[in-house]
């Protein structure tokens, strides 16, 4: 019996130089290398859309109506006079500050 004859690297680059010769393995290598090398969206995901409506969201409208209805309450408890009001109501305007400066303040941050 004839032992098979081992691999050597000079036979593989020969086997893979008569494969690339071949017209299907080549246009599927040029498509493939056109796909690593030529993004369509550099650096862009599927959810991006969704998560800039998202975050459009609760800086925007839902931050506003809860702004709104945070100073109603927290008046309505300065007028009685409920004990730690003053602390609330500072803590109201600290939170309004974050909701509706939250896309200035990271912007800044990360210069985008």
Known sequence: ?????????????????SALRKPAVSYGLLLAALTIALPIQAHASPFDTGFNNLQTLFTGTIAKVASIIAIVLGGI??????????????????????????VNILSWLWGS
């Open 1 to 17: 019996m004839r032992r098979p004859r081992p691999r050597t690297t000079h036979t593989l680059i020969a086997r893979l130089r």
């Open 77 to 102: 408890g300065f007028a009685t006079g409920e004990p730690g009001a003053k602390k609330n109501l500072a803590g109201v305007a600290i939170g309004i500050g974050i909701a509706t400066l939250a």
